[in-house]
């Protein structure tokens, strides 16, 4: 049974072992859900330049994801949403749209006023969440042979 209390967000380096294992398991789960699977190399587990999130209910981590700073964005200050991930024991309690809304925040917070991010098609739970958040779908801005869809939101605000 998913317990329905709400998680607590907390900021993390991209060093942090809890930050590191969370990235581990979500690359675990890529792998067996993506057909011909999900690698990427020690150095692209986590971004040194981005800034991440933990989420922690009971002192376990059920969900992690980071922005980084995407330079070359015809002059909006923009992030992109990189490894967002919520353990299957913790789906189906809102976490996903937390962990999103603190992510879009902490983007707001480094000085941000849009958001990009890519996923795979076989991620629809993903996909979903992406639309009822309000992102829209966009050209590809990136070469990650995994993505499939692109979305971009706009934070508001000024730079």
Known sequence: MVDRSPAALVRAEHDDPRVVAAVRRYVAELDERFPGGFAVTASDLVDPGGHYLLAVLDDRVVG?????????????????????????????????????????????????????????????????????????????????????????????GTA
Not at 85 to 93: K, L, N, P, S, Y
Not at 104 to 111: I, N, R, S
Not at 127 to 141: C, D, K, M, N, Q
């Open 64 to 156: 992690v994801g980071g922005v980084r700073a995407l330079p070359g964005t015809d002059g909006v200050p923009t992030a992109e949403v990189k490894r967002m991930w919520v353990d299957a024991t913790a789906r189906g309690a809102g976490l996903g749209r937390l962990l999103l809304g603190g992510l879009e925040q902490l983007a707001l917070d480094l000085g941000h006023r849009r958001v990009l991010l890519d996923t795979n098609l076989a991620l629809g739970e993903a996909v979903a969440l992406y639309e009822r958040s309000g992102y829209e779908r966009v050209e590809r801005y990136n070469d990650n042979p995994y993505a499939q869809a692109f979305f971009a939101k706009d934070l508001g």
